[in-house]
């Protein structure tokens, strides 16, 4: 089951992820495994430390699929977000445009009761 929600200041939803839940946060916190779904960038797991991101669309995929247009102007783009909640293995949340997008975070939070479930954030931050 999967639940979406999107208005003008979030994008929530939630997966139930086919995995055991300490394979989950090792793909949102070895940079190497999120590179293979989301971003790669060298990271400093604790509050306060850089969430690095890199583009590289190439990595998305185990399969040859080429970059859309609209994406290639960005790939190598390095940049860093602040880690603003460090809870392992349930909690990892960061900066989104250092904050400057009226306060974003993107904040992943394991459902506790569902085990291998993504759940959205209660207090209304955009959340992977």
Do not use: C
């Amino acid at each position: 089951m999967t639940a979406d929600k999107i208005s003008p200041d979030m994008l929530r939803f939630e997966r139930i992820l086919a995995a055991p839940a300490a394979t989950v946060w090792q793909y949102l916190v070895d940079p190497e495994l999120r590179a293979r779904w989301f971003m790669s960038g060298p990271t400093d797991l604790q509050v306060g430390g850089a969430f690095g991101l890199t583009m590289d669309h190439d990595r998305l995929s185990d399969e040859v699929v080429p970059t859309p247009d609209r994406y290639k102007p960005y790939v190598g783009h390095r940049w860093h977000e602040r880690i603003t909640r460090y809870e392992p293995p349930h909690l990892l949340a960061f900066t989104w445009e250092d904050g400057k997008a009226g306060g974003s975070h993107v904040r992943a939070d394991r459902d506790r009761q569902r085990n291998n479930t993504l759940s959205p954030d209660p207090h209304g931050s955009s959340w992977l």
